[in-house]
């Protein structure tokens, strides 16, 4: 896998070591990061990547090192070092190098990892109802793209994938739904498209953003609501938006076997005619 970071103002190829063994991220997990993603030529919503990785450096009480601007110049510069076909992965990241508890803001390290990673196939995946749950935002620090969140997305996952699942839908603490463990979710009943409303338990992704707006445009109803696991049992389709894979179909939940569904179809194609400026 060919792989570009950049650290102290200069790129550096492969994987060089970033953390030393006295970092504050090492010991208590103060790092912070974000995903976009670079494929066919186009970097979509790169800007609102680069702001939620600063917005998360902020609730962690750490000082961002580099603006937004000056991170997407960064990111831009890495993803030039590959062929303009490759499909990668950007991923920029803060943490604290010192601190007790608390990191100390001034200690905060920043760097930009661009790599190869290959967008996952849109056929779909399988998905089953996880026993984990997501945080409340009393909880955890659920307003931040924490490091320290992902260990429970990992058992979610470990746990569905023991059932031969490939994913998991993961409910908040009331027991309503809130996403899958690796990405937000939509379900389709009747031609109305219904995603769980953001209730600070799990991040309103920005690809679930961009999802909701474009299929509002084309006039589809998108309903934001506290959803139960019985409104996926019910659906006629179900679908994840995220960053890895943008939008992909479920293609089995729990005993039912799905077909990727029209609206679903309609919102990957819509997808790319954005990411391609063509919306």
Not at 32 to 53: I, K, N, Q, S, W
Not at 92 to 118: H, K, N, R
Not at 165 to 180: I, Q, R, T
Not at 229 to 239: C, G, S, T
Request: hydrophobic share 40%; charged share 20%.
């Amino acid at each position: 896998m060919m792989s570009f970071v950049y650290k102290d103002g200069k790129w550096t190829e492969g994987d060089p070591p970033l953390l030393s063994a006295m970092s504050h991220a090492v010991w208590l997990s103060s790092i912070v990061f974000d995903g976009a993603r670079a494929f066919e030529g186009v970097t979509p919503d790169l800007d609102l990547h680069c702001a939620r990785t600063i917005s998360s450096c902020r609730a962690f009480a750490m000082n961002p090192t580099v603006s937004k601007d000056e991170m997407v110049a960064i990111a831009k510069d890495g993803v030039a070092k590959f062929s303009s076909d490759a499909e990668l992965y950007i991923r920029p990241m803060f943490w604290a190098q010192e601190g007790w508890i608390s990191p100390d803001p001034e200690s905060t390290q920043f760097a930009m990892l661009v790599y190869e990673s290959p967008l996952p196939p849109a056929s779909g995946f399988t998905a089953c109802l996880s026993s984990r749950r997501r945080p409340a935002q009393d909880q955890a620090t659920t307003d931040a793209k924490a490091s320290c969140l992902y260990p429970n997305a990992a058992r979610a996952m470990r746990e569905a994938a023991d059932r031969g699942f490939d994913n998991a839908v993961v409910l908040d603490p009331s027991g309503n739904v809130a996403e899958f463990a690796t990405s937000n979710l939509f379900a389709v009943k009747d031609g109305v498209a219904h995603t769980p409303i953001p209730n600070g338990t799990f991040l309103n992704g920005i690809t679930r953003q961009r999802v909701i707006r474009l299929l509002r445009n084309q006039e589809v109803e998108v309903v934001e609501r506290s959803m139960t696991p019985a409104d996926l049992a019910d659906a006629d389709e179900i679908f994840s938006t995220g960053n890895h894979g943008k939008v992909i179909p479920v293609i089995r939940y729990e005993g039912r076997d799905l077909q990727p569904g029209r609206l679903c179809t309609f919102a990957r194609e819509l997808y790319w005619e954005f990411a391609h400026g063509n919306v």
